[in-house]
């Protein structure tokens, strides 16, 4: 081989079908991956441009990935891989802060005299007691109704327990029919806004008002009409000792959480932990279903369950696991609402 070519010249030979090889592999990757989330584009140069987001999104999750110890959770390269960053926080909701100190329907929470974390449970999970319906997805390339998601989830717990049996309600219900109140259809929308509405309009059933993912007239009737509410209770601001006492003696809530970052686009298991997360600039509602902990190799970790709208490719089956007690991440204290019936 040397008298042929040189050893600088066989080294670039090797080097290059390496090289080869590993492009190989990638586009085999990149057909699994589209076939798997059936993404199809309509011309070649969008092909293209897909194929270089998703190579770029590929990079960041597998350098995660390979600390991943480090990190305490891990990405996977989910439905949302060939969104650009700004792609993918277009299809969030906008939150802003509603007046609750003003409004007759709402109240804030107390846990009662001196209650403290240590007269809580250890963990509650509210899905072995059969008030948590299957998880969902809201298809968020056509709608952004994550808002509707977790505000008609928190209504189907409170719901089942008054009643004794679990009902699916129906979100768009609420995103055809709530705009009067605030939402905005698939463009966005709060929980505030769809409690208003159901404390008016009661919401229907999910057989009778199936999910289309788009904005539509609404075409509420009556005789379909399930749960009605009468009110609201809010957590204080930031207190994740009031909301984990919520959480252990009511029900399930809706909390609204900084979702923007990539690693929550890509989260897929473990215990969410990423302090460049915002606690007041929230824009992604979910409902938070239950509280635990981890003890691995003689590190405690506490964390909040929660159950999301990205179908169950998403995270772990389609649930978040995020710290807790961590200075509210994410804003998961920030506003956290249920329902009263
Ligand atoms: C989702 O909301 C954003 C604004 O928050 C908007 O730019 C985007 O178009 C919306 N998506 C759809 C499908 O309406
Ligand atoms: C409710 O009423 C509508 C029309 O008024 C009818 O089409 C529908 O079947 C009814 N649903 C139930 C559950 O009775
Ligand atoms: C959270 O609320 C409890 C009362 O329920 C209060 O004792 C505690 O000081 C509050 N924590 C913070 C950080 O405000």
Not at 17 to 38: C, G, I, Y
Not at 58 to 68: A, K, Q
Not at 103 to 117: C, M, Q
């Amino acid at each position: 081989m040397k008298t042929f070519c040189g050893v600088l010249l066989c080294y670039q030979l090797v080097i290059a079908s390496v090289l080869a090889l590993d492009q190989v592999l990638l586009v085999e990757e990149w057909l699994q991956w589209k076939n798997q989330h059936k993404k199809g584009y309509r011309t070649k140069g969008e092909e293209r441009k897909r194929h270089s987001v998703w190579l770029a999104n590929r990079e960041f999750v597998s350098s995660h990935n390979s600390e991943w110890e480090e990190h305490g959770y891990s990405l996977s390269l989910n439905q949302f891989a060939d969104l650009t960053d700004e792609e993918y926080t277009g299809l969030l909701v906008g939150h802003s802060y509603p007046d609750y100190e003003d409004n007759p329907l709402v109240t804030k929470f107390r846990s009662g005299r001196d209650l403290t974390s240590h007269d809580l449970p250890n963990s509650i999970d509210w899905r072995t007691k059969g008030v948590v319906t299957s998880i969902k997805n809201q298809n968020s390339r056509q709608c952004n109704s994550s808002y509707a998601f977790a505000a008609v989830g928190s209504v189907e717990g409170a719901w089942a327990l008054t009643r004794g049996s679990l009902t699916r309600l129906s979100e768009q219900n609420i995103i055809d029919c709530s705009v009067p109140y605030g939402n905005m259809g698939c463009r966005g929308g709060s929980v505030f806004s769809s409690y208003l509405y159901m404390v008016n309009s009661g919401v229907s059933t999910y057989s009778c008002y199936p999910y289309r993912g788009r904005q539509s007239y609404c075409s509420y009737t009556s005789n379909c009409t399930c749960a009605k509410m009468s009110g609201m209770v809010r957590i204080e601001f930031g207190n994740e000792t009031d909301l984990q006492a919520a959480l252990a003696t009511v029900g399930p809530v809706a909390v609204t959480i900084d979702g923007s970052s990539k690693a929550f686009r890509f989260y897929s298991q473990g215990v969410f932990d990423w302090s460049g997360c915002s606690s007041t600039k929230l824009n992604h509602p979910l409902l938070l279903i239950g509280y635990g902990y981890t003890y691995v190799e003689s590190v405690y970790t506490e964390y909040w369950l929660l159950k999301n709208s990205f179908g169950t490719n998403w995270g772990e089956d389609g649930y978040f696991r995020l710290v807790r007690n961590q200075f509210n991440q994410c804003g998961i204290a920030s506003d956290a609402l249920f329902p009263t019936l």
